[in-house]
T-cell receptor
Framework: AQSVTQLGSHVSVSEGALVLLRCNYSSSVPPYLFWYVQYPNQGLQLLLKYTSAATLVKGINGFEAEFKKSETSFHLTKPSAHMSDAAEYFCAVSDTIQGAQKLVFGQGTRLTINP | EAQVTQNPRYLITVTGKKLTVTCSQNMNHEYMSWYRQDPGLGLRQIYYSMNVEVTDKGDVPEGYKVSRKEKRNFPLILESPSPNQTSLYFC???????????FGPGTRLLVL
């Protein structure tokens, strides 16, 4: 079965600095990978997804992620952090068991932006 | 507006008092799912449904029931809630053959 590990439960950066949120996955087949964002008191919103097309995936709000098969990684980056980026971020891999697809989530990374 | 709705958004109850959290989607999606979110554990799947009258257990089904009598609705039932079911619950849906799931706003449940 697939699994996801997010390195760092809390990440803090200054406004304008690079954002890097790490995600490693394990999968026996080519994976579908996702990053979701959860703003305070809201549901999950899709940031971006990798579905075996281009390895560099661009998402909303200036975020992007690069699929690296050799490193089994799908790290999320943004060149310049904004205060509005403060949220919790979840990496997820799509798993198929007995024909049923589901998302397997990492434990989440809470991003704090310092003024 | 295409969306997944959940009710109630917040609920405080006592141990053993049956409750139902409703989930409805207006996108005609075949697949629906329930997750619970707990600090440090991310989201874990409780139950899912591939279509009407087709449901199956996820990773943490104990203490929960679901039904799928209509395509748009997928209620989560706690017959006898316990404090360890205090959590944030999310419903999600997606169309058959697509990977992206769409999430509801969440229901925060406190069981005393």
């Amino acid at each position: 079965a697939q699994s996801v590990t997010q390195l760092g439960s809390h990440v803090s950066v200054s406004e304008g600095a690079l954002v890097l949120l790490r995600c490693n996955y394990s999968s026996s087949v080519p994976p579908y990978l996702f990053w979701y964002v959860q703003y305070p008191n809201q549901g999950l919103q899709l940031l971006l997804k990798y579905t075996s097309a281009a390895t560099l995936v661009k998402g909303i709000n200036g975020f992007e992620a690069e699929f690296k098969k050799s490193e089994t990684s799908f790290h999320l980056t943004k060149p310049s952090a904004h205060m509005s980026d403060a949220a919790e971020y979840f990496c997820a891999v799509s798993d198929t068991i007995q024909g049923a697809q589901k998302l397997v989530f990492g434990q989440g990374t809470r991003l704090t932006i310092n003024p | 507006e295409a969306q997944v709705t959940q009710n109630p958004r917040y609920l405080i109850t006592v141990t053993g008092k049956k409750l139902t959290v409703t989930c409805s989607q207006n996108m005609n999606h075949e697949y629906m799912s329930w997750y619970r979110q707990d600090p440090g554990l991310g989201l874990r799947q409780i139950y899912y449904s591939m279509n009407v009258e087709v449901t199956d257990k996820g990773d943490v089904p104990e203490g929960y029931k679901v039904s799928r009598k209509e395509k748009r609705n997928f209620p989560l039932i706690l017959e006898s809630p316990s404090p360890n079911q205090t959590s944030l619950y999310f419903c999600a849906s997606r169309p058959q053959g697509q990977e992206t799931q769409y999430f509801g706003p969440g229901t925060r449940l406190l069981v005393l």
